[in-house]
Each structure stands twice: as structure tokens, then as C-alpha cells.
T-cell receptor
Framework: GESVGLHLPTLSVQEGDNSIINCAYSNSASDYFIWYKQESGKGPQFIIDIRSNMDKRQGQRVTVLLNKTVKHLSLQIAATQPGDSAVYFCAETPLYNFNKFYFGSGTKLNVKP | DVKVTQSSRYLVKRTGEKVFLECVQDMDHENMFWYRQDPGLGLRLIYFSYDVKMKEKGDIPEGYSVSREKKERFSLILESASTNQTSMYLC??????????FGDGTRLSIL
């Protein structure tokens, strides 16, 4: 079956540095990808999404890159702030079942002041 | 802003009890979902619903049932609670092909 995974369970960065969080997926039929942020005691919050017909998408301080050749997704956070400390996870859904998402287990981002 | 409200933040129940977790969304979304979140396992889909009175099993439906009598409300039912159902339960809603919006979760403990 499909699997969505993250390379690093914990990432520590200095405030002001850029952060890169990675995600691998195994289903080549995946068509739509989302990054979520989950702060302690809260539900996941949508950050940014990308469809498979794109390689890159930018938001405010965040960029998502999609490499379909190696089935890899990354989230880049520019000028990381203490408020960015949270667990980040990716989700993907295949073409044949858009209602069903598969979630990675998450990477914890620690921002050091 | 979309608001997904789960009725309880914390809940403690006993083994064998019937447990109801309620979720309400205010954006007229067609799709609603129930997940459980356990450390190291990520979010696992229990059930989802794409319309009133419609439901589909997710990856781990055993021991659970759901009810969607109104578009805005999706209930998760633990028919006979067991200790292995102790977990964080997250409800989400979305339009088709759109990101899911999550509630803040219900931390359920079964003693």
C-alpha cells in the first residue's frame, strides 16, 4: 500500500535560519500533496499544498518542492521563527481516491532563540 | 475561517462503555473525517463521510461506528470502549479535492 514518510523525526534550527523538512511517498499515482503544522495541544493546520502538475509553490515564508522522479516532497521555511516550532507532516492523496489522504508521522521542528 | 469543533478536549471513560465523540463544522463541507493520532504512527483514518447518511470505512474501522444525520455533524461511536482505543481523536472536514480542516482533537482515555 501507500506510505508517506519523513526522513528526520526531529530538526533543530537557529532562529533566523532556513528550515527544510522532507517527506517521501511511495505511490506514483499521488496527485495532491499538503503540508500541515501541528502545535502542541492543537489540531493540524494547513500550511501549503501542491498538485502533481507543479514542481514548486510558494507561500508566505514557505515553499513546497515536489520531485516526482524520486517521489520526494520538501517544505522550506525561510527565516525560521520561534512560532514555527511545531510538528510538521505531509499528506498525499492518489488520483483514484481524492477523499482519502495518507499522512506521514511527522517531524518535530525546534527553533532555538 | 473554517471552524471544526469537537465537543470535548479531554474525556475519560471505562472499559465496555459506549462512547460518543461529536464533531461540528460550520462551512457546509461535504466531506467529514475521523482520525486517531498515536505517537509515531501519524494520523490513521477511521471513517469518513462524503454526504449525509453516507459513510466509508477508513484504514482502522474496527471497534468504531459513525453517524452523519446532518451535514454539519459527524459523530464517532465506540460501541464498547477498550483500553487500546485510548488515543487522540481528530475530526476534519473539507470540500472535495480541497485541504482538510481539523478540530483541536479529543484526548480520550479508556480505563
Amino acid at each position: 500500500g501507500e506510505s508517506v514518510g519523513l526522513h528526520l523525526p526531529t530538526l533543530s534550527v537557529q532562529e533566523g535560519d532556513n528550515s527544510i523538512i522532507n517527506c517521501a511517498y511511495s505511490n506514483s499515482a499521488s496527485d495532491y500533496f499538503i503540508w500541515y503544522k501541528q502545535e502542541s495541544g492543537k489540531g493540524p493546520q494547513f500550511i501549503i499544498d501542491i498538485r502533481s502538475n507543479m514542481d514548486k509553490r510558494q507561500g508566505q515564508r514557505v515553499t513546497v518542492l515536489l520531485n516526482k522522479t524520486v517521489k520526494h516532497l520538501s517544505l522550506q521555511i525561510a527565516a525560521t521563527q520561534p512560532g514555527d516550532s511545531a510538528v510538521y507532516f505531509c499528506a498525499e492523496t492518489p488520483l483514484y481516491n481524492f477523499n482519502k489522504f495518507y499522512f506521514g508521522s511527522g517531524t518535530k521542528l525546534n527553533v532555538k532563540p | 475561517d473554517v471552524k471544526v469543533t469537537q465537543s470535548s478536549r479531554y474525556l475519560v471513560k471505562r472499559t465496555g462503555e459506549k462512547v460518543f465523540l461529536e464533531c461540528v463544522q460550520d462551512m457546509d463541507h461535504e466531506n467529514m473525517f475521523w482520525y486517531r493520532q498515536d505517537p509515531g504512527l501519524g494520523l490513521r483514518l477511521i471513517y469518513f463521510s462524503y454526504d449525509v447518511k453516507m459513510k466509508e470505512k477508513g484504514d482502522i474501522p474496527e471497534g468504531y461506528s459513525v453517524s452523519r444525520e446532518k451535514k454539519e455533524r459527524f459523530s464517532l461511536i465506540l460501541e464498547s470502549a477498550s483500553t487500546n482505543q485510548t488515543s487522540m481523536y481528530l475530526c476534519a472536514s473539507s470540500r472535495p479535492l480541497q485541504p482538510q480542516h481539523f478540530g483541536d482533537g479529543t484526548r480520550l482515555s479508556i480505563l
